[in-house]
Protein backbone atom coordinates (compact mmCIF):
# COMPACT_ATOMS: atom_id res chain seq x y z
CA UNK A 1 0.00 0.00 0.00
CA UNK A 2 1.17 3.62 -0.88
CA UNK A 3 1.19 5.83 1.46
CA UNK A 4 0.65 9.71 1.10
CA UNK A 5 3.77 11.85 2.60
CA UNK A 6 1.28 12.48 5.62
CA UNK A 7 1.22 9.01 6.28
CA UNK A 8 4.57 9.03 6.12
CA UNK A 9 6.01 11.61 7.98
CA UNK A 10 3.54 10.62 11.00
CA UNK A 11 5.45 6.76 10.82
CA UNK A 12 9.04 7.85 10.22
CA UNK A 13 8.24 10.71 13.85
CA UNK A 14 6.59 7.82 15.87
CA UNK A 15 9.58 5.92 15.19
CA UNK A 16 12.43 8.17 15.78
CA UNK A 17 10.44 9.56 19.16
CA UNK A 18 10.55 6.10 20.15
CA UNK A 19 14.41 5.89 19.34
CA UNK A 20 14.56 8.93 21.08
CA UNK A 21 13.28 7.48 24.02
CA UNK A 22 15.83 5.01 24.41
CA UNK A 23 18.75 5.04 26.34
CA UNK A 24 22.03 6.71 24.96
CA UNK A 25 20.36 7.30 21.61
CA UNK A 26 21.72 7.89 18.43
CA UNK A 27 21.43 12.08 18.00
CA UNK A 28 22.39 11.89 14.42
CA UNK A 29 19.82 9.05 13.58
CA UNK A 30 17.55 11.30 15.25
CA UNK A 31 18.08 14.25 13.63
CA UNK A 32 17.92 12.39 10.54
CA UNK A 33 14.74 11.60 11.16
CA UNK A 34 13.40 15.00 11.92
CA UNK A 35 14.69 15.62 8.39
CA UNK A 36 12.71 12.83 6.69
CA UNK A 37 9.80 13.75 8.59
CA UNK A 38 10.26 18.02 7.92
CA UNK A 39 10.89 17.28 4.10
CA UNK A 40 7.88 15.13 3.52
CA UNK A 41 5.83 17.59 5.07
CA UNK A 42 7.14 20.74 3.34
CA UNK A 43 8.11 22.28 6.84
CA UNK A 44 10.99 24.64 5.22
CA UNK A 45 11.03 27.00 8.65
CA UNK A 46 12.08 23.73 10.88
CA UNK A 47 14.15 21.80 7.61
CA UNK A 48 16.33 24.99 7.98
CA UNK A 49 17.77 24.03 11.75
CA UNK A 50 17.61 20.33 11.03
CA UNK A 51 19.66 20.59 7.69
CA UNK A 52 22.28 22.91 9.91
CA UNK A 53 22.62 20.64 12.55
CA UNK A 54 23.23 17.75 10.17
CA UNK A 55 25.51 19.92 8.43
CA UNK A 56 27.27 22.10 10.92
CA UNK A 57 25.99 26.07 10.71
CA UNK A 58 27.86 28.37 8.83
CA UNK A 59 30.44 31.36 10.36
CA UNK A 60 27.61 33.83 10.01
CA UNK A 61 24.45 31.71 10.97
CA UNK A 62 22.95 32.45 14.28
CA UNK A 63 23.10 29.10 16.30
CA UNK A 64 20.39 27.99 19.20
CA UNK A 65 21.07 28.52 22.38
CA UNK A 66 22.59 25.54 23.74
CA UNK A 67 25.21 25.86 21.16
CA UNK A 68 26.45 29.29 22.79
CA UNK A 69 28.93 29.24 25.75
CA UNK A 70 31.19 31.99 27.37
CA UNK A 71 34.47 32.00 29.04
CA UNK A 72 35.92 34.79 31.02
CA UNK A 73 40.10 35.59 30.33
CA UNK A 74 41.70 37.41 32.68
CA UNK A 75 41.20 41.47 32.97
CA UNK A 76 38.46 40.93 29.88
CA UNK A 77 35.27 40.49 29.90
CA UNK A 78 33.54 37.36 29.33
CA UNK A 79 33.33 36.31 26.17
CA UNK A 80 30.67 33.89 23.94
CA UNK A 81 31.81 31.09 21.84
CA UNK A 82 30.02 29.50 19.22
CA UNK A 83 30.17 25.89 18.40
CA UNK A 84 29.11 25.67 14.79
CA UNK A 85 30.10 21.55 13.79
CA UNK A 86 27.79 18.92 12.74
CA UNK A 87 26.05 16.58 15.16
CA UNK A 88 27.56 13.49 13.55
CA UNK A 89 30.91 15.48 14.76
CA UNK A 90 29.68 16.09 18.32
CA UNK A 91 28.98 12.97 18.57
CA UNK A 92 32.24 11.49 17.36
CA UNK A 93 34.14 13.86 19.90
CA UNK A 94 32.15 13.16 22.50
CA UNK A 95 32.90 8.70 21.94
CA UNK A 96 36.81 9.62 21.98
CA UNK A 97 36.48 12.31 24.71
CA UNK A 98 38.51 14.48 23.18
CA UNK A 99 38.44 18.27 22.64
CA UNK A 100 37.59 20.43 19.96
CA UNK A 101 38.25 23.69 18.44
CA UNK A 102 35.29 26.40 18.43
CA UNK A 103 34.78 29.69 16.59
CA UNK A 104 34.94 32.66 17.83
CA UNK A 105 33.48 35.53 16.06
CA UNK A 106 35.28 38.40 17.64
CA UNK A 107 38.29 37.30 17.30
CA UNK A 108 40.78 35.53 14.56
CA UNK A 109 42.54 33.21 16.93
CA UNK A 110 40.24 29.81 16.99
CA UNK A 111 41.92 28.12 19.86
CA UNK A 112 39.26 27.78 22.10
CA UNK A 113 38.17 24.24 23.62
CA UNK A 114 35.62 22.12 24.73
CA UNK A 115 36.16 19.30 26.75
CA UNK A 116 33.66 16.02 25.87
CA UNK A 117 31.03 17.64 28.83
CA UNK A 118 30.44 20.24 26.61
CA UNK A 119 29.59 18.16 23.53
CA UNK A 120 27.07 15.80 26.10
CA UNK A 121 25.37 19.81 26.48
CA UNK A 122 25.02 19.95 22.79
CA UNK A 123 23.68 16.81 22.22
CA UNK A 124 21.00 17.06 25.14
CA UNK A 125 19.78 20.75 23.27
CA UNK A 126 19.64 18.97 20.40
CA UNK A 127 17.62 15.87 21.29
CA UNK A 128 15.57 18.06 23.34
CA UNK A 129 14.58 20.56 20.48
CA UNK A 130 13.97 17.11 18.65
CA UNK A 131 11.64 15.84 20.93
CA UNK A 132 9.61 18.85 21.23
CA UNK A 133 9.54 19.04 17.48
CA UNK A 134 8.44 15.21 16.86
CA UNK A 135 5.73 15.44 19.83
CA UNK A 136 4.17 18.39 17.91
CA UNK A 137 4.57 17.04 14.49
CA UNK A 138 2.43 13.41 15.63
CA UNK A 139 -0.01 15.36 17.73
CA UNK A 140 -0.42 17.19 14.30
CA UNK A 141 -0.57 14.54 11.99
CA UNK A 142 -2.76 12.45 14.09
CA UNK A 143 -5.33 14.63 14.50
CA UNK A 144 -5.18 17.61 12.31
CA UNK A 145 -4.66 14.82 9.39
CA UNK A 146 -7.59 13.14 10.69
CA UNK A 147 -9.85 16.00 9.29
CA UNK A 148 -7.53 16.62 6.47
CA UNK A 149 -7.57 13.05 5.16
CA UNK A 150 -11.47 12.79 5.75
CA UNK A 151 -11.63 15.94 3.05
CA UNK A 152 -9.08 14.54 0.51
CA UNK A 153 -11.18 11.20 0.89
CA UNK A 154 -14.01 13.05 -0.26
CA UNK A 155 -12.83 15.51 -2.98
CA UNK A 156 -11.32 12.50 -4.21
CA UNK A 157 -14.42 10.34 -4.47
CA UNK A 158 -16.51 13.46 -6.30
CA UNK A 159 -12.88 13.75 -8.43
CA UNK A 160 -13.78 10.46 -9.66
CA UNK A 161 -17.24 11.06 -10.06
CA UNK A 162 -17.54 14.02 -11.89
CA UNK A 163 -15.03 12.79 -13.93
CA UNK A 164 -16.66 10.19 -15.60
CA UNK A 165 -20.44 12.48 -15.90
CA UNK A 166 -18.90 15.76 -17.31
CA UNK A 167 -15.26 16.58 -18.29
CA UNK A 168 -16.43 20.39 -17.85
CA UNK A 169 -17.23 19.67 -14.26
CA UNK A 170 -14.21 18.27 -13.84
CA UNK A 171 -12.08 21.20 -15.32
CA UNK A 172 -14.20 23.91 -13.26
CA UNK A 173 -13.44 21.56 -10.04
CA UNK A 174 -9.91 21.97 -11.28
CA UNK A 175 -10.46 25.77 -11.64
CA UNK A 176 -11.47 26.41 -8.37
CA UNK A 177 -8.42 24.20 -6.95
CA UNK A 178 -6.02 26.27 -8.76
CA UNK A 179 -7.67 29.34 -7.84
CA UNK A 180 -7.93 29.00 -4.08
CA UNK A 181 -4.25 27.62 -4.09
CA UNK A 182 -2.40 30.34 -5.92
CA UNK A 183 -1.81 32.64 -2.97
CA UNK A 184 -1.72 35.35 -5.10
CA UNK A 185 -2.57 38.77 -2.94
CA UNK A 186 -4.38 39.65 -6.37
CA UNK A 187 -6.53 37.10 -6.88
CA UNK A 188 -10.16 37.44 -7.72
CA UNK A 189 -11.95 35.34 -5.33
CA UNK A 190 -15.23 35.74 -7.28
CA UNK A 191 -13.57 33.10 -10.09
CA UNK A 192 -13.96 30.67 -7.17
CA UNK A 193 -17.91 31.34 -6.58
CA UNK A 194 -18.46 31.52 -10.50
CA UNK A 195 -17.08 27.85 -10.87
CA UNK A 196 -18.53 26.89 -8.09
CA UNK A 197 -22.23 27.73 -10.00
CA UNK A 198 -20.84 26.54 -12.94
CA UNK A 199 -20.06 22.93 -11.50
CA UNK A 200 -23.75 22.89 -9.36
CA UNK A 201 -25.18 23.68 -12.69
CA UNK A 202 -23.12 20.88 -14.76
CA UNK A 203 -24.45 18.26 -12.34
CA UNK A 204 -28.00 19.43 -12.28
CA UNK A 205 -27.63 19.25 -16.35
CA UNK A 206 -27.48 16.00 -15.94
CA UNK A 207 -29.16 14.53 -13.22
CA UNK A 208 -31.80 17.09 -13.72
CA UNK A 209 -32.23 18.45 -17.16
CA UNK A 210 -34.53 21.80 -17.09
CA UNK A 211 -37.88 21.74 -17.87
CA UNK A 212 -40.99 23.62 -18.55
CA UNK A 213 -43.21 22.58 -16.07
CA UNK A 214 -43.17 23.47 -12.35
CA UNK A 215 -41.68 20.07 -10.45
CA UNK A 216 -44.13 19.59 -7.43
CA UNK A 217 -42.40 17.41 -4.72
CA UNK A 218 -43.56 15.15 -2.11
CA UNK A 219 -45.33 17.33 -0.09
CA UNK A 220 -47.01 18.74 -2.77
CA UNK A 221 -44.77 22.14 -3.40
CA UNK A 222 -44.27 23.54 -6.41
CA UNK A 223 -40.77 24.38 -8.07
CA UNK A 224 -39.59 26.18 -10.94
CA UNK A 225 -37.15 24.02 -12.68
CA UNK A 226 -36.16 25.81 -15.94
CA UNK A 227 -32.82 26.32 -17.17
CA UNK A 228 -31.55 29.20 -14.47
CA UNK A 229 -33.08 26.66 -11.95
CA UNK A 230 -30.07 24.92 -11.20
CA UNK A 231 -30.38 24.86 -7.53
CA UNK A 232 -34.31 24.02 -7.94
CA UNK A 233 -33.27 21.03 -10.30
CA UNK A 234 -30.72 19.73 -7.52
CA UNK A 235 -33.43 19.80 -4.92
CA UNK A 236 -35.73 18.19 -7.19
CA UNK A 237 -33.57 15.13 -8.15
CA UNK A 238 -32.41 14.90 -4.01
CA UNK A 239 -36.68 14.53 -3.79
CA UNK A 240 -36.92 11.96 -6.47
CA UNK A 241 -34.21 10.32 -4.43
CA UNK A 242 -36.02 10.46 -1.20
CA UNK A 243 -32.59 11.99 0.23
CA UNK A 244 -32.81 13.00 3.65
CA UNK A 245 -33.28 16.88 4.89
CA UNK A 246 -29.93 17.69 5.46
CA UNK A 247 -28.85 17.70 1.83
CA UNK A 248 -31.79 20.31 0.94
CA UNK A 249 -31.05 22.63 3.60
CA UNK A 250 -27.45 22.54 2.62
CA UNK A 251 -28.86 23.22 -1.18
CA UNK A 252 -31.22 25.95 0.10
CA UNK A 253 -28.33 27.33 2.28
CA UNK A 254 -25.91 28.07 -0.55
CA UNK A 255 -28.59 29.05 -3.28
CA UNK A 256 -28.93 31.94 -1.10
CA UNK A 257 -25.56 32.65 -0.14
CA UNK A 258 -24.23 32.60 -3.63
CA UNK A 259 -27.80 34.41 -4.32
CA UNK A 260 -26.25 37.24 -1.90
CA UNK A 261 -23.03 36.92 -2.82
CA UNK A 262 -24.15 37.79 -6.43
CA UNK A 263 -26.17 40.51 -5.60
CA UNK A 264 -23.24 41.72 -3.12
CA UNK A 265 -20.75 41.37 -5.82
CA UNK A 266 -22.52 43.67 -8.59
CA UNK A 267 -22.16 46.65 -6.32
CA UNK A 268 -19.04 47.87 -7.44
CA UNK A 269 -15.11 46.58 -7.60
CA UNK A 270 -14.82 47.59 -3.60
CA UNK A 271 -17.51 45.08 -3.08
CA UNK A 272 -15.62 41.36 -4.12
CA UNK A 273 -15.99 38.78 -2.05
CA UNK A 274 -12.49 37.87 -0.02
CA UNK A 275 -10.63 35.04 0.42
CA UNK A 276 -12.38 33.74 3.45
CA UNK A 277 -15.60 33.84 1.09
CA UNK A 278 -14.77 32.15 -1.07
CA UNK A 279 -13.23 29.31 0.34
CA UNK A 280 -16.70 28.84 2.33
CA UNK A 281 -18.38 28.71 -1.15
CA UNK A 282 -16.04 26.24 -2.05
CA UNK A 283 -16.69 23.91 1.32
CA UNK A 284 -20.16 23.54 0.44
CA UNK A 285 -20.25 22.97 -2.34
CA UNK A 286 -17.91 19.48 -1.92
CA UNK A 287 -20.12 18.87 0.52
CA UNK A 288 -23.39 19.06 -1.51
CA UNK A 289 -21.80 17.58 -4.48
CA UNK A 290 -20.65 14.93 -2.24
CA UNK A 291 -23.81 14.38 -0.62
CA UNK A 292 -25.94 14.63 -4.06
CA UNK A 293 -23.16 11.79 -6.06
CA UNK A 294 -24.15 9.23 -3.26
CA UNK A 295 -27.73 9.79 -4.22
CA UNK A 296 -26.48 8.23 -7.65
CA UNK A 297 -25.11 4.84 -6.33
Known amino acids: MIMTPKEEALEIAIKTRDKLLEENPNTSAIIQGCFVVASSLGD ?25 FWQRKSGKPREDIYVIHSVLIIENFCLKEKTFEVWDPDIED ?16 VKNRCLIYLTNKITELRYGGLISSIVDKMIDDINIKISKMNVEAMSELQSIYNNLSSGKSETDWSKVAHSCRRVLKIVADSLFPSQNEQYIDSIGKRHNVKEDDYMNRLLAFVD ?4 NGIISAEIKYLSSYLDNIRD ?5 EHSKIDKVQAEQIAVHTYLILSQILKLTE
Open 110 to 125: KGYSLDSGWCYRILSG
Open 240 to 243: TKRG
Open 44 to 68: TENLKWISDELDGYSSNTEVPRYRK
Open 264 to 268: FSGKG
